[in-house]
């Protein structure tokens, strides 16, 4: 610890990394209490109860790691979004290693890492607890390895590379964007060498073996992840016109993008930078396939810090005599620009204030999230109304819970009609109550749901009692959610007693029928 602190006295470089990694997860640990759970955190904390290789909608790395938090932690808000400040830091240490990488000095590492801070996309990604934090990262770190396999010419790091990727495959099926746009640089240029070299098929089977459990698993399901893929282009990005993507990661990048366009650029054209072409090759063959595929603008964040590194360094390189005091007038309002936009990339603000904040704002700041996914434009982020109401709603469920008799509690059902969301905070948030975990057919609670269900009372929650007064003879609104900044609002829960048909039988047939869809015959 004595050498690792002299080193970064003696190096004053690595002295202003550390101390941008420092103020990475300084900014996260300040904030990433402030507002509740997200829907999607709340899932990917359950699967950590329910390890296996695979889930209905992400591979099973997310599991893994929520098991780990877990059995350390427990149920702790904090540390739940500890792993991705963690990996926002690190995220921070690799950039510095490419910039010095690159031989550049101080200033492009201040540029390079003050863009990668305050871009609202990067603030998001990292405090919330979801695959895309470690996506980020990863791609990161295998362009990064990439680009140290290249610069030395040591076919040996495809071993490293390809276990990389393996891990990221496990974590989300988009790094293949990443895989497409690599081979297709190293293949159209001189670099097609390496994909000759005996380690480059190593890593293939390594690749494959690591993977080969989601694989099988995915098989057995009858590809969830294809079905999956289906709905989401139906239902969000069949939404999305060509114009959405660009003017979505710009919105995520703020000023930012000016950075990385920069650095982009002189990959592409600058003769002195040739020998690292194959980069912005990837670079931009990764944001074209995203493009055609009507992607979301945070799809393509990971290809951004390894921009915004090399940004920093041409930025430092180019930007010199009678262009630098406009470089640095450039970078001044880029930054601004960023930093004005923060408040829609961190839980800084209450959500009134923050309604107000996108009220003041939105005519000069173009703000992520406020296209929400089902095609409506709001004034008010889908993130953040993802992130409130599911302590209200578990206290509702609470409430009649604990109206029910012993032996009823015994025998009572907390079911959500699709809504991942609503199961996730009962099992988070109901945890301080004692309410059971709760069932659903939707997303991963699936496969968690049971066969069977035991006669007794049902807590319903949704907008309205459906069909449910053919079961029941005896239905009572609990209470709704009225919080205008919820995503549910209008969400009501039902106490549903005195069966007048066999309420058992009827789950049991449509559970068998919901969980078909997943059983290969």
């Known amino acids: 610890m004595k050498d690792f602190i002299k080193n970064l006295l003696v190096n004053r470089y690595w002295a202003v990394a550390f101390l941008f990694a420092a103020a990475k997860l300084l900014i996260h640990f300040l904030t990433n ?42 149920f702790s808000v904090f540390w739940i979004r500890f792993l991705p400040a963690l990996m926002g830091a690190a995220s921070v ?67 490293s590379t390809g276990i990389i990727i393996s891990i990221g495959f496990l974590n989300k099926y988009s790094v293949l964007f990443l895989v497409a746009g690599m081979f297709i640089a190293l293949l159209s240029t001189s670099n097609r060498k390496l994909l000759s070299s005996k380690y480059f098929y190593l890593s293939l089977l390594t690749g494959l073996v690591i993977i080969s459990p989601n694989i099988v698993w995915q098989y057995f399901h009858c590809w969830p992840v294809i079905s999956h893929m289906g709905e989401l282009k139906s239902s969000q990005l069949d ?41 912005g090759v990837a670079s931009v063959a990764i944001l074209i396939l995203f493009f055609l595929g009507r992607g979301k603008g945070y799809y393509a964040l990971g290809a951004i810090p390894f921009l915004l590194a090399f940004g920093g360094y041409a930025f430092e390189k180019y930007l010199s ?11 001044s309002v880029s930054i601004l620009m960023s930093a004005s936009a923060m408040p829609s990339g961190l839980p800084v603000m209450s959500h009134s ?24 434009k709001n004034s008010f982020s889908q993130v953040w109304a993802d992130m409130t109401g599911w302590k209200e709603l578990a206290g509702l469920v609470a409430e009649a819970y604990n109206s029910l008799s012993v032996t009823e509690k015994k025998s009572c059902t907390v079911f959500c009609e699709r809504n991942y969301g609503c199961a996730g905070a009962i099992n988070f948030y109901g945890e301080e109550y004692g309410l059971p975990e709760a069932v659903t057919f939707h997303e991963s609670y ?27 003879g005896r239905i009572v609104e609990v209470g709704s959610i009225d919080n205008r900044y919820f995503r549910e609002k209008g969400l009501k829960v039902f106490l549903c007693s005195e069966p007048v048909t066999d309420v058992g039988a009827a789950y049991q047939e449509l559970a068998r029928s919901e969980k078909s869809r997943y059983i290969r015959i």
């Open 33 to 74: 209490t402030s507002y509740e759970l997200h829907r999607d955190e709340m899932l990917y904390f359950n699967m950590g109860e329910h390890l296996s290789a695979g889930y209905a909608t992400v591979p099973p790395l997310i599991g893994f790691l929520a098991m780990l938090i877990n059995r350390i932690f427990g």
């Open 446 to 472: 699936i496969f968690w749901a049971p066969d069977n269900i035991p006669d007794g009372p049902m807590i319903f929650i949704y907008r309205d009692i459906k069909d449910l007064d053919k079961y029941f």
């Open 321 to 331: 005599g009678n262009l630098r005091i406009a470089g640095y007038i450039i970078f």
């Open 93 to 159: 240490y690799i950039i510095a290693s490419i910039v010095k990488d690159l031989e550049g000095g101080i200033t492009a590492l201040i540029i390079a890492a003050l863009s990668y801070l305050l871009a609202p996309g990067f603030l998001l990604v990292d405090t919330l607890f979801t695959p895309n934090a470690t996506e980020q990262f990863i791609w990161l770190l295998a362009t990064w390895t990439i680009f140290r396999m290249v610069r030395t010419g040591n076919p040996g790091m495809w071993i």
């Open 239 to 279: 939404l999305m016109g060509f114009s959405d993507f660009p003017v979505s990661l710009f919105s995520f990048c703020q000023g930012s993008a000016f950075l990385w366009v920069f650095g982009l650029v002189v990959l592409l054209f600058f003769r002195n930078e040739r020998q690292y072409r194959y980069l």
């Open 353 to 376: 204030s923050y309604g107000r904040y996108i009220d003041k704002t939105r005519r000069f700041i173009i703000h992520p999230f406020l296209d929400w996914d089902d095609g409506t």
